[in-house]
Structure formats: structure tokens, C-alpha cells
């Protein structure tokens, strides 16, 4: 699924779809305002006292009610984001007609509950997701070094194998930090997986070409690291794909508070049908990388509702916690879909607390398969 990539294929669709769909709901909201403007005034008040009381999302001990979330619809075959418009010109008046026909005409709002995973008796065999405590040994000021991102993966090491006896890492996938000066804001209220569940589908679309040309003074150094991560790919490629696992980290990091504003949610993967419930999406796009802008295309997952589907977070994580989830099982047989959402108990004084700051990676395993 991920053959061409390279050490940054995974979560460009989460850093980018909570950005499309704020632009698709900005579009969409100018419209819905030009018809309700045909209204009386009387008439649109009316509607939204309505629409608020019926929709409304509460907490009751832990757990967010009522929240409604976009999906895919059920008749959706495939989803894309060509990019978001940068002006007033040809290449943005494309991608705002793409916004409208490719993402926002097949979205609609579900209501969902985000039930409180630390109140109930969960198996990561069974959800594919856990919460372990967690302690850097490096200063979390200093997460981008890549030294102290060497430390994290060595301390991590021994969780891998305690979930997955005799796993085998195979390849990192690099590292995303959210929130604070500089970084890329949290994903909210965008459900998806991160790599599409189907290898040969993704192995034809996915595109990183443009890594290999603009990095190719790094390419062309055999001491250099951009030749290490080709030769480390060109291993995974030989893996069987029945014996490889996708996981995902994620935690608060130089928080003086918890968790209070943008949670991470997790769908119980035993409840999520990886044929029914997804479909895929395509990403085109470019982004900054090391100071330089690449262009790149991904196959992504979006999600469909279902009634049985079960979402779960952890309320008020700290600097201390790891959450460790599936982003692809062996065979594509279980996944975790995922997206941050406001949780309604947050200060509405900004002011008061600190927002979410977190960091995220992710790995490919081999697992021994294990027989009957």
C-alpha cells in the first residue's frame, strides 16, 4: 500500500483534512446563508433555537454525547482533495469546484458518542488501541532533535514487543508535532484512516517522485540520509504484507495542563468494517519539507457511518501518557479511524489553560504469523 512513501507517507491527510474541510465548510456556510437569508429573520431564529436544542453535545462523566461528526455518505466510491485554493486564479477556481464536488456533496453529519476509554475494561486485541504511561528521557522542549527522536524509538521498543511478541521493526515513518508557534494545528472533526487498506490500490496511485528530485544531492550521497531510507524501503518492499502491521504513537507533550480542548478519538477497531466502512480518498498536493516544497500523492481512507461503529478517548491526557494505536493490521483485517474533536467541557476563555500540543509517529512491524 505505501510502496513509494518513503519516510513521510503517513499523516499528510490528517495534517491537510482538517484544513479542506474548514474550506468546504466555509463554502458551504456562505451558501446555506444566501438561502436562509430568503427567510425572515423570525423564521432563521426559530430554525437554530431548533437546530441547537436537538444537536447539542453534553458530558456525563467522561463521556461526550451527541456529537456530531461529518462522514462519508454510504453511495461515496471515491473521495479526493486537490489542494486548497491560494488566490484568486485558475489553479484555485479548480480546486474550489473540487472542494464542493469531490469532498463536501458526498459529507454528511452523523451523531456520534465519544465514551470515556478510561472508565471501561478495554483489550487492545480487540479495540487496537491502549494508553501506557510514558516518560521521556530528553527534554520535551527539544522533540525535533533527532537524537532524542532516536531515544523515544528505543523506548518504545520494549511496549512494541510486549503487544507484539517478536515484532520486528521495519521502518519509521518520521514525526508530526501540532499546536505551539510554527507547527501544524490539530485535526479536528475529520474521521479517516491514514493509509487507504488496500496495498495494490495505493501502490498505483501513490506518487513521491518529486522527494527524489528535490532531495537528490541527499540521494546521491551514500553516507546520506535520504540513501539509507531507500535502502530501508527497498527491504520493507520484499516483506509479505500478510505479516506487517502499521501502528501509530501519539501524546501531549510540553503541556502545563491536560488535555482539555482537541482530544484524539479512536473508532473500536472491532467495530469498524474495513470493506464497507471506508472508501478511498486521493490526496494531491505539495507541502514544506526541511524548508523546501515537494509535491506528492497518497491514497488515503474516509469513513462511513455505521450504527454499530463505537468511538473511545482518554479525557484529559497528560505529558505522561502514550497512546498507541492501529493504523493498518496484518492483512488489512482491523483499523483504527481517528480524528480529534472540541470537546464541549473546555474553558471558553482561551486565555485560561493551554491548548493541545502533541506529537505523533508511526511504524511499520513484522510480525511473526501466528498459526491456527
Known amino acids: 500500500m505505501h510502496s513509494c512513501s518513503l519516510e513521510v507517507s503517513s499523516g499528510f491527510y490528517e495534517r491537510y483534512q482538517g484544513t479542506a474541510l474548514v474550506g468546504g465548510a466555509a463554502i458551504a456556510a456562505v451558501a446555506v446563508g444566501l438561502y436562509l437569508f430568503k427567510g425572515s429573520k423570525k423564521q432563521v ?26 462522514f462519508v455518505k454510504k453511495s461515496t466510491k471515491l473521495t ?17 469546484w473540487s472542494l464542493y464536488w469531490d469532498i463536501i456533496r458526498h459529507l454528511e ?82 474521521p479517516h484512516l491514514d493509509a487507504y487498506p488496500d496495498w495494490n490500490k495505493a501502490k498505483e496511485f501513490n506518487n513521491y517522485d518529486d522527494y527524489g528530485k528535490v532531495f537528490k544531492d541527499e540521494l546521491d ?33 510540553q503541556m502545563a495542563n491536560p488535555v482539555l480542548d482537541f482530544p484524539l478519538a479512536l473508532m473500536d477497531a472491532s467495530t469498524f468494517d474495513v470493506k464497507d466502512d471506508c472508501c478511498p480518498q486521493e ?49 488489512a483485517s482491523h483499523a483504527n479511524p481517528h480524528t480529534s474533536f472540541t470537546h464541549p467541557s473546555a474553558p471558553k476563555d482561551a486565555s485560561t489553560f493551554q491548548k493541545r500540543q502533541s506529537m505523533e509517529s508511526r511504524c511499520y512491524i513484522r510480525v511473526p504469523k501466528i498459526e491456527n
Open 221 to 253: 550521497n551514500p553516507d546520506g540520509k535520504m540513501q539509507k531510507k531507500m535502502e530501508q524501503w527497498k527491504e520493507f518492499e520484499k516483506t509479505d504484507k500478510n505479516e506487517l502491521h502499521y501502528i501509530g504513537f501519539w501524546k501531549p507533550i
Open 45 to 70: 431564529e426559530e430554525k437554530q433555537q431548533k437546530k441547537q436544542q436537538t444537536t447539542t453535545c453534553i458530558e456525563v462523566e467522561g463521556d461526550v454525547l451527541n456529537y456530531k461528526l461529518p
Open 283 to 331: 490526496i494531491e498536493m505539495s507541502h514544506l519539507d526541511r524548508g523546501k516544497r515537494i509535491s506528492f500523492k497518497n491514497l488515503n481512507g474516509a469513513i462511513k457511518y455505521s450504527e454499530k461503529q463505537r468511538w473511545y478517548y482518554y479525557p484529559e491526557m497528560t505529558n505522561e501518557e502514550l497512546l498507541i494505536f492501529t493504523h493498518l493490521a496484518a492483512d
Open 109 to 190: 453529519k452523523k451523531t456520534v458518542n465519544f465514551l470515556n476509554a478510561r472508565t471501561r475494561d478495554l483489550e487492545f486485541n480487540q479495540t487496537g488501541f491502549t494508553l501506557v504511561p510514558f516518560k521521556e528521557e530528553f527534554d520535551m522542549a527539544e522533540w525535533e532533535n533527532e537524537e532524542n527522536q532516536e531515544t523515544f524509538k528505543k523506548q518504545v521498543e520494549p511496549i512494541i514487543q510486549k503487544l507484539f511478541p517478536g515484532a520486528e521493526i521495519v521502518q519509521w515513518t518520521g514525526f508530526i508535532f501540532r499546536g505551539g508557534e510554527g507547527q501544524n494545528p490539530p485535526a479536528v472533526d475529520g
Open 80 to 96: 479526493a482533495f486537490r489542494g486548497m485554493p491560494t488566490g484568486f486564479n485558475w489553479s484555485s477556481l479548480k480546486k474550489c
